[in-house]
C-alpha cells in the first residue's frame, strides 16, 4: 500500500466526503469485506469496494466474477465483469456452467454484491420491473445473475443509491431474487443454502439482517442523519438496533486511494 | 482433415444458407466474442420473426431487434452491462413501440441449464434457483418437480435447442475446431444444443495450429457446419489478445438507442451501407480500429509429450 504522498498521521484523518457520496459508499462498503475471503464482484460501485479492501482491510480478497473469472488480478479497473483487464492474469477462468454451477451454487462464495432498484424488510430485491409486469412503467435489467447469487452466497451485500420508500418499499412490485424467508413461505423444505442479504448500505444508514430468517434493522446512521431520518425514509416500520451508532467516516487515505489509485480517469467516482 | 471437411465460407453464404425466417436462433458470447458481424448480416439479408437467444442481449439485441428481426427474445439480463439501457428493448416492452416484442424470461444460470439440457439432449435442468421469486409466475417455462430421491422439491428448466447457434472465436482451422481462449462463456452448450453452429474467426488457421493445443478447442468440428474468417467480427464486443472492447462505442450507444430514428439511421449508415465486417471497420474508421489494439502477454507453452515409440522395447 503506498501511503508515500501523505504522512501518516495526515492519512488516518477522517475525511469530510459527503455520506451519500460514491466514495462514502465505497469505503463503507469496503470494511464489511474484513475477514471475507472470496467475493462475487460486480461493476460500479462493489468494484471500487473491492478494490479498497484489498488495499485496506481484506488483501487476501479473491475476486470472482460471473463471466467465469477467478482470482482477478486486474491491472487497471473494470469496465464490466467480461473486462479483458480481468482476465489477463487471472488464477482461473471457468466457462459460465462452472461458474455458476460449480464455484457459486457448490457453495464457494463468501459474499456476493447486488444492487436493486427496490429492496423489501427481509431483504428480498426486485430488479425486474416498476409498476405492473405486464406492461411495466419501467423494464429493469432483471435476474441476471443475481437469483443464483442470493440464494447461493454465503451472505449478500446491497449498495443502494437512493433511500425512499420507493426503494425500501413494503412491497415489491415483484421478486427477482428472494429472500430465505420469502423463498421459505413457498416451501418450508426449499431452504437456501446462502443467509441472503446480511448488509444494505444507503446514503442515510447501514442496516443489517443478523439473523437468516430476520427483518433488516437499522445498525448504523451516517454523519449527520438522524434515526428518525432513516425510519421516515422507509417504506416499512424498520426496527433499530439496540447498539446503533453513528458510521464511521472513511478516512483522508481511503479517500485519496479511490480517487488517485483505484478509479483515477473517474469511470465511476462521480 | 479430407477435403470434403473444408467448411469455410463467407458470412453472406453461411447466413443464407443456415438462417430462415421464424427460426430460433443463438447469439452467443457473454461480454466477450459477441457475434456482431454475424448479427449485422442476418439484419441485412432481412430475417424476420426470429427467436433470439442469449443471456445477455447486449446493444447487439438492441440493433438486431430495431432492424425488425426479432420477434421474440429468450433472456436474463436487459441492459447493457456498465453503459445503461437498451432502449429499443424498453420501447418495445413498455409501451409496445413500434411493436411489441415477447420475452422469454429466466435468470443467467437458468439458461446455463437450459442449454445443458439441450446439450446433453436431457428433458429439463434443475437448480437451485427460484423458490420465493416471482420469476416462475412470470414465465411458466420454470416448473417445480419433486426429487425422487426424497429431498426437498426442485425448480428445473426446459431444454434450450435453437435452429442455429452462431458464436465468434479466435481462431479455426478448415474444418471447423473451433479453440478460443479468455472468457467462453456458455458457448460450447450453446454450439451442442443447436443443429447447426457457425463460427466466425479471427483467424483461420492450419490443423496442425489446432493440434498442437487440443484443450483449446471448445467446439470440435463433428458439431461445426460453418467457419468464416472475419477480424473484427466482434467490434464494438472484443476478442481476448486481438483487440479490446470498444468501451466508448458502447456509452456513445445510449443516447443513439435512446431515440429509434437514430437507431435506425445508425442500421442504415453501418449495417445496410456496408457489404461486409471488413468495410464497417473502414467505416469505424482506421484510428479508432487502432486504438483498439492490445499489447502482447503471451502463456507459456505446455508440453503435450510424443511418445518415444521406437525406444520402448517390445512397443512396435
Request: with cysteine; glycine share 10%; aromatic share 10%.
Given at each position: 500500500m503506498n501511503t508515500s504522498t501523505l504522512p501518516e498521521n495526515r492519512a488516518q484523518e477522517l475525511s469530510d466526503v459527503d455520506p451519500s457520496s460514491t466514495e462514502f459508499l465505497a469505503a463503507v462498503a469496503a470494511r464489511q469485506l474484513a475477514g471475507r475471503r472470496r467475493v462475487f464482484a460486480g461493476v460500479g460501485l462493489p468494484a471500487l469496494a473491492v478494490d479498497l479492501a484489498r488495499r485496506t482491510v481484506n488483501p487476501d480478497v479473491e475476486l470472482i466474477y460471473e463471466s467465469g473469472v477467478c482470482g482477478a488480478h486486474p491491472e487497471g479497473l473494470a469496465?464490466?465483469?467480461?473486462?479483458?483487464v480481468l482476465v489477463s492474469g487471472a488464477e482461473a477462468v471457468v466457462g459460465i456452467p462452472a461458474l455458476f454451477g460449480y464455484v457459486l451454487q457448490g457453495g464457494h462464495v463468501d459474499v456476493g454484491f447486488l444492487g436493486a432498484a427496490q429492496v423489501d424488510r427481509w431483504g428480498s430485491l426486485n430488479t425486474s420491473f416498476i409498476g405492473?409486469?405486464?406492461?411495466?412503467?419501467v423494464r429493469l435489467p432483471g435476474s441476471g445473475g443475481a437469483a443464483e447469487i442470493m440464494a447461493n452466497a454465503a451472505e449478500c451485500f446491497v449498495v443502494l443509491r437512493r433511500h425512499d420508500p420507493g426503494a425500501?418499499?413494503?412491497?415489491?412490485?415483484?421478486?427477482?431474487s428472494p429472500s430465505p424467508v420469502r423463498a421459505m413461505a413457498e416451501d418450508p423444505r426449499m431452504v437456501p443454502p446462502g443467509h441472503g442479504v446480511s448488509v444494505v448500505i444507503t446514503p442515510l444508514a447501514v442496516l443489517r439482517r443478523p439473523d437468516k430468517l430476520g427483518e433488516l434493522v437499522i445498525s448504523e446512521v451516517h454523519p449527520g442523519v438522524s434515526v428518525d431520518e432513516v425510519r421516515a425514509a422507509t417504506g416499512w416500520d424498520i426496527a433499530v438496533a439496540d447498539d446503533v451508532r453513528v458510521t464511521e467516516r472513511p478516512t483522508v487515505e481511503e479517500v485519496r486511494l479511490l480517487r488517485e489509485e483505484i478509479d483515477t480517469v473517474r469511470l465511476y467516482l462521480r | 482433415m479430407a477435403t470434403t471437411d473444408d467448411k469455410v465460407t463467407d458470412l453472406a453464404s453461411a447466413v443464407a444458407a443456415h438462417v430462415r425466417d421464424g427460426m430460433t436462433v443463438a447469439l452467443e458470447g457473454f461480454g466477450h466474442l459477441i457475434p456482431f458481424a454475424a448479427a449485422h448480416e442476418i439484419i441485412r439479408q432481412g430475417r424476420r420473426d426470429l427467436t433470439l437467444c442469449r443471456l445477455t442481449p447486449d446493444l447487439l439485441a438492441d440493433q438486431i431487434i430495431a432492424a425488425g428481426c426479432v420477434r421474440r427474445l429468450v433472456a436474463s439480463f436487459f441492459a447493457s452491462g456498465?453503459?445503461?439501457?437498451l432502449h429499443e428493448v424498453r420501447r418495445r416492452v413498455e409501451r409496445a413501440d413500434p411493436a411489441p416484442l415477447e420475452v422469454e424470461e429466466y435468470s443467467h444460470y437458468g439458461m446455463v441449464c437450459r442449454y445443458q439440457a439441450g446439450a446433453a439432449n436431457l428433458p429439463f435442468f434443475p437448480l437451485r434457483?427460484?423458490?420465493?421469486?416471482d420469476l416462475p409466475r412470470l414465465n411458466p417455462n420454470i416448473r417445480k418437480v419433486s426429487d425422487p430421491y426424497g429431498g426437498p422439491d426442485i425448480y428445473v428448466v426446459p431444454p434450450l435447442r435453437p435452429d442455429v447457434t452462431i458464436v465468434h472465436a479466435q481462431r479455426a482451422d478448415r474444418a471447423g475446431n473451433v479453440q478460443m481462449w479468455g472468457i467462453v462463456g456458455v458457448q460450447q452448450e450453446a454450439a451442442y444444443a443447436a443443429r447447426t453452429v457457425i463460427a466466425t474467426v479471427e483467424e483461420v488457421v492450419d490443423e496442425e495450429v489446432v493440434r498442437s493445443d487440443p484443450n483449446r478447442t471448445v467446439i470440435p468440428s463433428h458439431a461445426v457446419a460453418a467457419v468464416v474468417h472475419c477480424p473484427g467480427g466482434a467490434h464494438p464486443s472484443y476478442a481476448q489478445g486481438h483487440y479490446d472492447r470498444d468501451n466508448a462505442f458502447y456509452r456513445e450507444w445510449e443516447p443513439i438507442s435512446k431515440d429509434r430514428d437514430a437507431t435506425l439511421a445508425w442500421l442504415e449508415a453501418y449495417v445496410h451501407g456496408v457489404p461486409d465486417r471488413a468495410a464497417y471497420l473502414e467505416m469505424i474508421g482506421a484510428e479508432r480500429w487502432a486504438a483498439l489494439k492490445v499489447s502482447p502477454r503471451l502463456s507459456q507453452p505446455v508440453d503435450f509429450g510424443r511418445r518415444r515409440l521406437a525406444e520402448v522395447g517390445g512397443r512396435q
Open positions: 469496465e464490466g465483469i467480461a473486462d479483458s405492473d409486469w405486464d406492461r411495466p412503467k425500501l418499499p413494503a412491497q415489491l412490485d415483484f421478486c427477482t | 456498465s453503459a445503461g439501457s434457483s427460484y423458490a420465493g421469486s
